[in-house]
C-alpha cells in the first residue's frame, strides 16, 4: 500500500525490508502481496533481496505448499486438510506461513 511521506506528501512505493515479528496470518498475507508484486516486476532489486517468505512449489494431490523463509534460510511445508492449513515449523494454523499460503493457495491455484 502506497505511504504518504510526512516530508515531501508524494507517494512511496517502495516496501520497507519486511521481517515477521508477531507471526501472525495478517504478516503472511503481507508478505505474499510484496512477493506478488515482485514476481509481476513491479519491484526493484533491493525489494527483491527484502523478502522474507518465497512461494517454491505446490503439490495440488496432496494439498500442499512448499514457501522458503529467508530470515530462517528454511523450506516450509504448509498442508491443507478439508480447507484448514496447517504449518509443519510452528505447529499451528495461524501463522504467518499459513498466511502466504492460504493467498497462494488462492490466487495461484484457485
Known amino acids: 500500500m502506497p505511504v504518504l511521506s510526512e516530508t515531501n506528501n508524494s507517494v512511496n512505493n517502495e516496501f520497507p525490508i519486511s521481517e515477521i515479528k508477531n507471526n501472525n496470518v ?35 494431490e496432496k494439498n ?28 499451528i494454523d495461524d501463522c504467518a506461513h499459513t498466511g502466504f499460503a492460504i493467498c497462494a493457495k488462492l490466487t495461484l491455484l484457485g
Open 26 to 60: 495478517e504478516e503472511g498475507i503481507e508478505c505474499f502481496t510484496h512477493w506478488l508484486s515482485v514476481k509481476d516486476g513491479n519491484c526493484d532489486e533491493d525489494n527483491r533481496r527484502s523478502m522474507q517468505l518465497i512461494f517454491i512449489a505446490s503439490e495440488k
Open 64 to 91: 500442499k505448499i512448499l514457501l522458503h523463509d529467508n530470515l530462517k534460510n528454511l523450506d516450509i511445508e504448509v498442508s491443507f486438510t478439508d480447507g484448514v492449513p496447517f504449518c509443519n515449523l510452528c505447529h
